[in-house]
């Protein structure tokens, strides 16, 4: 197999960059050998830096026919034992939904990276976090979950191509790297770590490389159609699951110390919430940031241990109100959890954050709970 | 194992006085396959493991199983194999090859998997000129969920879903997709041959060798299709199956080579 791109790299080095370059580049660094995509806005960026680089640097990049192809391309690489990703955005991303299960099924370790924009349907080429529900809960058919990664700056665009990759590896398991349109676009400072592939690309013995005599044939299938071995198979990967949600969660905490109102967001969303905060705090309000790096896993417990100490919380998302569900799920009712968002590609901005933070430390229920979701307040009333 | 029906075949050791004429090659598992009597899925299996074993090229091969009859293939083939999802062959296979481009890569597919809903990626794969076989069983129906038409279905041929046959208006025509193919630059060696018969049965061996010489020399995209039969489909015995094609399947689909060392041949029949 080609590695020649898998030796370490040298000193690491600060760059100015557009979030789908870091990611890209991150991505050469990593010991990514092979890459299959299809242009789409606002992340072509990735697969013609990687056409032009990658391919320098050793990589195998193609364009394929559709991302159809492509993702079903990232199976028969990853599963040939090659560390190998794809990316898109929103459209792009619903096409692959199907190969997606389908790896996680066969526990073919990949990455996916999804640039968020507005949709449904073709929508907008403008940023959005609208693609929240299909990455977390599955976005194709079965129960399988992908390792979700939520970055927000561009230094995480290449931060957490390592970490996907690693993830991917250690659970056999596809991650997806859920972006905006906005990170993958904007420009930023960014340091590429030290880090050496070859210390981090475990061995692959279940991969269909050609079989030896001396071992047994390595098959990757996700088809079972004895009930009960399905049920096997899909207990297995509920079991690794649940070690990824006991052992992966990972999350951003600020001015959590005294806080009376909680704000939850995450990519980009969490960036302008950030500073909404720190203005909140510099008028008195004592409100604190979660940030959810890991949307799968979704940092539940820290909700729920914050829960007693708030007089709510604000979810601020560039979408209709979609991970406010799993804020809902983790404060367990405990306290009021209001929805702030825009839709359509605009991006919200701090001041409009604030409003909603201080109108919500005004009178301590924020102003009405979000009125789509009373229906979701009575099925948890009832389980509580 | 996930097959219901799959059960290992016992293995006789030769009587004396007699000769052994054929001997299970290690590059088939020995399961007993799930294919109908007289079906030829189970034959074209045999085939290409005898050339990977004569070729000596099995630690060195991956084949992909498509959805379809065929979707137990590496229930029977003794080598590292990769299930794709309904019409993704080619592009799995594209994945493993370009990842393994020192490795032997091969996918088996019906016309439904690689003539409707893989028509795309069957297309592209070629076009791009991949370096690894397609193995294309042409049945004219889709086995596996009990009989519907397949884009290969001849005019008037009666199905569950063309009840009455096949009618161009509603359904359009019999599609000869390794024509399309065999046009394509990227092919390199495109032949349609049967299993029906000893001396038909020797032919698509010697084309599945020549497929993977060429791929061993990197000449680019091979395709072979069968023309098979489908006894349950079609409603038939093995026999009259046998007959009905040749009467039928062969004219609308006929033997012969397409393409061979890059080169158009001469078109045969319509
Ligand atoms: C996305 C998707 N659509 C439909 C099916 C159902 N399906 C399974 S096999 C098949 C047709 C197979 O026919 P063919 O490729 O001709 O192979 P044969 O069974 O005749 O060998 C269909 C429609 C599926 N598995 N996946
Ligand atoms: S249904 Fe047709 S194609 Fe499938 S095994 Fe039976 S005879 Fe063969």
């Known amino acids: 197999m080609n590695r020649k791109n898998a030796t370490p790299t040298e000193k690491p080095d600060i760059r100015l960059m557009k979030g789908n370059e870091a990611l890209a580049e991150a991505a050469i660094r990593a010991g990514c050998q092979g890459y299959f995509g299809y242009p789409i806005t606002p992340q072509s960026e990735v697969l013609e830096y990687l056409t032009e680089e990658g391919r320098k640097r050793g990589m195998v990049v193609m364009q394929v026919e559709s991302e159809l192809a492509a993702i079903n391309m990232v199976y028969g690489g990853a599963g040939a034992g090659a560390r190998v990703m794809t990316s898109s955005s929103s459209p792009g991303i619903s096409l692959m939904q199907e190969g997606i299960s389908y790896i996680a099924c066969a526990e073919i370790p990949c990455l996916v990276v999804n640039v968020n924009r507005g949709g449904p349907g073709l929508g907008t080429i403008q940023p959005a976090q609208g693609d929240y529900f299909q990455a977390t809960k599955g976005g194709g058919h079965g129960d399988y979950h992908p390792i979700v990664l939520a970055p927000a700056s561009v230094q995480e665009m290449a931060d957490m191509v390592y970490l996907g990759f690693d993830l991917a590896d250690k659970y056999r398991n596809p991650t997806l790297i859920l972006a905006d349109g906005a990170l993958g676009q904007m420009m930023e400072k960014v340091e590429f770590p030290e880090y050496n592939p070859a210390d981090h690309i475990p061995e692959k013995p279940w991969a269909t490389t050609g079989k030896p005599k001396d071992r047994e044939r390595n098959i990757l299938t996700s088809l079972h159609i004895q009930p009960e071995k399905m049920e096997e198979v899909n207990r297995r990967l509920q079991k690794k699951y649940e070690t990824i949600c006991a052992n992966e969660v990972r999350y951003q905490l600020v001015h959590a110390d005294d806080a009376e109102i909680l704000v939850v967001a995450f990519g980009l969303a969490a960036r302008i919430s950030h500073k909404a905060v720190e203005m909140a705090r510099a008028q008195g309000i004592r409100v604190a940031l979660m940030r959810p790096i890991t949307l799968y896993p979704y940092p539940y417990d820290v909700l729920r241990r914050m829960k007693s100490t708030l007089k709510g919380a604000l979810v601020v998302e560039m979408n209709a109100g979609q991970m406010i569900e799993d804020v809902r799920l983790g404060v367990e009712g405990a306290v009021p959890v209001k929805y702030f968002g825009r839709m359509g590609g605009i991006i919200p901005t701090p001041e409009e954050v604030l409003e909603e933070i201080r109108r919500m430390s005004g009178d301590g229920h924020g102003a009405g709970d979000g009125h789509h979701h009373a229906m979701h307040d009575q099925i948890l009333e009832e389980r509580n | ?270």
């Open chain 2, 1 to 270: 194992m996930d097959n219901p029906r799959e059960v290992e075949m016992e293995t006789v050791s030769c009587p004396e006085g007699l000769e052994v004429v054929w001997e299970k090659p290690e590059t088939l598992t020995g399961n007993r396959m799930h294919y109908c009597p007289g079906c030829g899925h189970g034959v074209v299996h045999k085939l290409l493991m005898e050339v990977l074993k004569e070729m000596d090229i099995q630690d060195k091969t991956i084949g992909v199983a498509p959805v379809g009859c065929s979707v137990f293939a590496y229930n029977y083939m003794n080598i590292d194999m990769q299930e794709a999802a309904h019409g993704r062959a080619a592009a799995v296979a594209t994945g493993v090859r370009r990842m393994l481009p020192d490795k032997f890569v091969f996918s088996y597919q019906g016309d439904g998997d690689l003539a409707a809903i893989g028509t795309a990626e069957t297309i592209h794969a070629a076009n791009r000129g991949e370096n690894f076989l397609v193995v294309f069983i042409n049945n004219g129906i889709y086995g596996m969920t009990g009989g519907q038409m397949a884009p290969t279905t001849l005019v008037g041929m009666k199905t569950s879903t063309t009840p009455g046959g096949r009618d161009v208006e509603t359904s359009g025509f019999p599609f000869n997709i390794s024509r399309l193919i065999a046009m394509l630059p990227g092919a390199y060696y495109v032949t349609r041959q049967s299993v029906h018969t000893p001396g038909a049965v020797r032919k698509t061996k010697k084309a599945i060798r020549k497929a993977f010489e060429h791929q061993r020399d990197r000449k680019g995209y091979c395709l072979i299709e069968v023309v098979s039969n489908c006894p349950s489909g079609w409603k038939m015995t093995p026999v009259v199956s046998n007959q009905w094609m040749e009467e039928n399947m062969f004219p609308s689909y006929p033997l012969g080579d397409l393409k061979t060392d890059g080169v158009l041949q001469p078109l045969k029949g319509n």
